[in-house]
């Protein structure tokens, strides 16, 4: 997520359950769809953007890890 966002900021300083939009890591609807095209492609796992759980899936980077153990298929 660092490389894919270009953050300026190092893996220790993101907390797993800090929330990804917001007052968390701040990100941004666009941000969000990179980070889903990053995932398509490192995992094979499409993540669709008119999917109901995607505010869930998103909520935090242990969410979405967790989405990502449970759903990959590489």
């Not at 980077?61 to 590489?74: C, G, K, N, V, Y």
Request: charged share 25%.
């Amino acid at each position: 997520m660092i490389g894919c966002l270009n953050l300026e900021i190092t893996e220790d300083q993101i907390a797993p359950d800090a929330p990804l939009y917001g007052e968390g890591l701040g990100l941004d609807s666009i941000d969000v769809l990179e980070v889903a095209l990053e995932v398509s492609k490192r995992y094979g796992l499409q993540l669709r953007s008119d999917s109901a759980d995607n505010k869930l899936i998103f909520s935090s980077l242990r969410s979405l890890s967790d989405h990502i153990a449970a759903q990959r298929t590489r």
